[in-house]
T-cell receptor
Framework: EAQVTQNPRYLITVTGKKLTVTCSQN?????MSWYRQDPGLGLRQIYY???????DKGDVPEGYKVSRKEKRNFPLILESPSPNQTSLYFC???????????FGPGTRLTVL | GENVEQHPSTLSVQEGDSAVIKCTYSDSASNYFPWYKQELGKGPQLIIDIRSNVGEKKDQRIAVTLNKTAKHFSLHITETQPEDSAVYFC????????????FGAGTRLFVKA
């Protein structure tokens, strides 16, 4: 089944404790992206990647890191999480830069 | 920065009526305009999209119109059904040379049976 998977689905952590949210897609897509979703703000793009080793900032990159060492994986790293990073996070992938994005199920992160 | 404004934030209609959601974008380089539906507890799913060289596109009960001059695009759902109840997001994307996508804030649609 073609899909985007994210892990973990739920995470509660404390300020300053480094964490990684994994994202993997099995559709051989070139493009991948991370979004955060907050009430009243919609989805905001954090980082995106156009291919292996090619990443660029979205609208809200501060406090986040990404890497794209393999085509299928695009992990999101929070090196020193803060409470304002409490949010619902979605990973997405797409075959083209102007095409349907396939979203993962989301990761709900709470930073205390 | 670039943004996409979406209205209304909440929309309640009677089953069988039509629903219209409107979006305005600011980046004149945007050339791809998708609409996503998000059901509770799930990730968004594409329902229809339109590219900048097309003015209108229809898929059964769903249609999207684009006015590039005014930088407006709209989603039209006819003969609404209770299963259309969800949050809808518009987005604008500048595909050339990147993968930047700006989403609207979302519209929560309630279809009353």
């Amino acid at each position: 089944e073609a899909q985007v998977t994210q892990n973990p689905r739920y995470l509660i952590t404390v300020t300053g404790k480094k964490l990684t949210v994994t994202c993997s897609q099995n559709m051989n897509h070139e493009y991948m992206s991370w979004y955060r979703q907050d009430p009243g703000l919609g989805l905001r793009q954090i980082y995106y990647s156009m291919n292996v080793e090619v990443t660029d900032k979205g609208d809200v990159p501060e406090g986040y890191k990404v890497s794209r060492k393999e085509k299928r994986n695009f992990p999101l790293i929070l090196e020193s999480p803060s409470p304002n990073q409490t949010s619902l996070y979605f990973c997405a992938s797409s075959q083209t830069s102007e095409g349907e994005q396939f979203f993962g199920p989301g990761t709900r992160l709470t930073v205390l | 920065g670039e943004n996409v404004e979406q209205h209304p934030s909440t929309l309640s209609v009677q089953e069988g009526d039509s629903a219209v959601i409107k979006c305005t974008y600011s980046d004149s380089a945007s050339n791809y305009f998708p609409w996503y539906k998000q059901e509770l507890g799930k990730g968004p799913q594409l329902i229809i999209d339109i590219r900048s060289n097309v003015g209108e596109k229809k898929d059964q009960r769903i249609a999207v119109t684009l006015n590039k001059t005014a930088k407006h695009f709209s989603l039209h759902i006819t003969e609404t059904q209770p299963e259309d109840s969800a949050v809808y997001f518009c987005a604008a994307s500048t595909g050339t040379g990147g993968f930047k996508t700006i989403f609207g804030a979302g519209t929560r649609l309630f279809v009353k049976a």
